[in-house]
């Protein structure tokens, strides 16, 4: 009969799990703090402990190290009821099995319990050195975002190579980011490079460098980004978008950890984690020759979906109040909440601009608010929600026509008038919001009030 320790300061919580695991021939013994779960630990020699997280004086996170410090082959189940990223990263580097919130579906408990004991009698927990990290990087408390948090918590310390893939905006960067710093390499360099904003002719220098006189203009020695990034974590975003002939020289450095300088003969040896990240099919790019199977493969030893807003709703309100205190900060508001209106509008949105939109909407609709709550109003109602959501793809389809009618024209200097027009479209528009308040004004724009004033004063002399 296997014995499962139950670690809860909470006395009821204690009784229900001896009675329901005693019906599966369980033997149950019970601790109402983490000291005492060490004491029962070495005594009874459990095949599995069930513990919460959450308990005065040494935590779950603590005695869980103990623990496995005592028996590293035992499994352990992290329980609480208010689930945070980083507790969920470190109870997994720590060598949780998994880590689940309350109350637990007893079918999938009893269901997760056999699996947890048969890991641990094969002898292959998943264990990391390391202190528990303060502070949050990601927010999520639904099941989608407790997965990725248990996923970064098992692959962090080693240095396998990431993928992660999901829609622009659903921070991805973030994830990139919590596996850096509960790696080994945290006090190293993470290094991001969009592979999609380096001009096509620069992304060789730019990652490997080049020698003096290597192309017009290298008038000397430049360092890449590989040997900047030796020992820490280069983080590849829009990994999709990367040449052809630069993948080849990528797979090279994936492979043996080594390259040339543009220009270069001296071959150049590095240490470099790689996570990459995508929001493009790569399947659909291999099959039509815009993407290497090798580098694919070479890339995807462990794949991180990351979910759109849309479909992690159970993660919109934590969401909104992180970004209502942190633009309060900024802003030198004290703004409590949202309507209940906006609110409904919010759960019903699709947010195809995912968690990179909410957050603008926010902080667009704080700037102009003048109550304690935030309106449907200040964010310009839900068809300008929409609006602000738009992909660079559906803007430029929006505005399609107007461009085509201006094309009509044919003037020396169209180009000049039609970014003149909308600069000025713009200006005018943020002043109406803002009724008439540069300060504010400028901030919606994302401009300073001086540049703001010279705009007015170009527009003001137009007119003239």
């Known amino acids: 009969m296997d014995k499962i320790l139950v670690v809860d300061d909470e006395a009821g919580i204690l009784h229900s799990f001896k009675k329901f695991l005693g019906r599966y021939d369980y033997e149950v013994i019970t601790a109402s703090s983490g000291e005492e779960a060490v004491k029962q630990a070495e005594k009874e020699l459990p095949a599995l402990v069930i513990m919460d997280i959450n308990m005065p004086g040494m935590d779950g996170l603590e005695t869980l190290q103990k623990l496995k410090s005592i028996h590293p082959s035992l499994a352990a189940i992290i329980m609480t009821a208010f689930s945070t990223s980083e ?43 390391g202190g528990p990290e303060e502070g949050e990087t990601i927010i999520g408390r639904g099941p989608a975002m407790l997965e990725i948090f248990k996923k970064i918590g098992q692959v962090a310390e080693s240095d396998v190579t990431v993928l992660l893939r999901g829609e622009t905006g659903t921070g991805k960067e973030l994830i990139a980011r919590a596996i850096h710093q509960h790696s080994r390499r945290s006090d190293k360099l993470f290094l991001p490079v969009n592979c999609a904003a380096v001009p096509e002719n620069l992304l060789e220098s730019e990652f490997f460098g080049h020698e003096r006189g290597a192309f017009t203009g290298a008038d000397s020695r430049r360092i890449g980004k590989f040997e900047q990034c030796d020992s820490g974590t280069m983080f590849l975003d829009e990994i999709g978008d990367m040449p052809l002939p630069l993948q080849a020289k990528m ?8 390259f040339q300088r543009v220009g270069g003969s001296e071959m150049i040896k590095t240490d470099v984690r790689i996570i990459a990240a995508t929001n493009k099919d790569l399947e659909s790019l291999i099959s039509t020759g815009k993407f290497r199977d090798d580098l694919y ?39 409590k909440g949202v309507s209940p209106e906006i609110l409904g509008d919010f759960i019903s949105y699709a ?68 970014v003149s027009g909308f600069e000025r479209l713009l200006v005018k528009r943020a002043l109406e919001l803002t009724g008439n308040n540069q300060a504010l004004a400028a901030r ?16 003001d002399m137009r007119k003239e």
């Not at 109870?91 to 641990?120: F, H, R, W």
Request: with cysteine.
């Open 297 to 335: 493969w070479r890339l995807n030893v462990v794949t991180i979906h990351v979910p759109p807003l849309r479909e992690r709703k159970e993660d919109l309100e934590t969401l909104i109040n992180y970004f209502m205190r942190k633009f309060n900060r900024e802003l030198g508001k004290e703004i």
């Open 444 to 459: 919606l724009l994302g401009i300073s009030r001086n540049t703001l004033r010279e705009k007015m004063s170009m527009d």
């Open 87 to 129: 507790k969920a990263i470190t109870a997994m580097k720590y060598g949780a099995y998994d880590y689940i919130t309350k109350p637990a579906d007893n079918v999938q408990l009893i269901s997760l319990v056999e699996k947890a004991i048969e890991a641990g009698k094969m002898n292959t927990p998943v264990s990391f050195e």
């Open 351 to 418: 947010w195809p601009g995912n968690i990179r939109e909410l957050q603008s909407v926010i902080r667009r609709g704080m700037v102009l608010c003048a109550g304690n709550y935030l309106s449907s109003k200040d964010c310009g109602g839900l068809s300008q929600i929409r609006l602000a959501g738009k992909s660079d793809a559906d803007i430029e389809k929006a505005l399609s026509g107007a461009v085509n009618e201006i094309l009509r024209r044919n003037g020396e200097y169209i180009y000049k008038e039609a």
């Open 251 to 258: 797979l090279r450095v994936l492979q043996d950890g080594s």
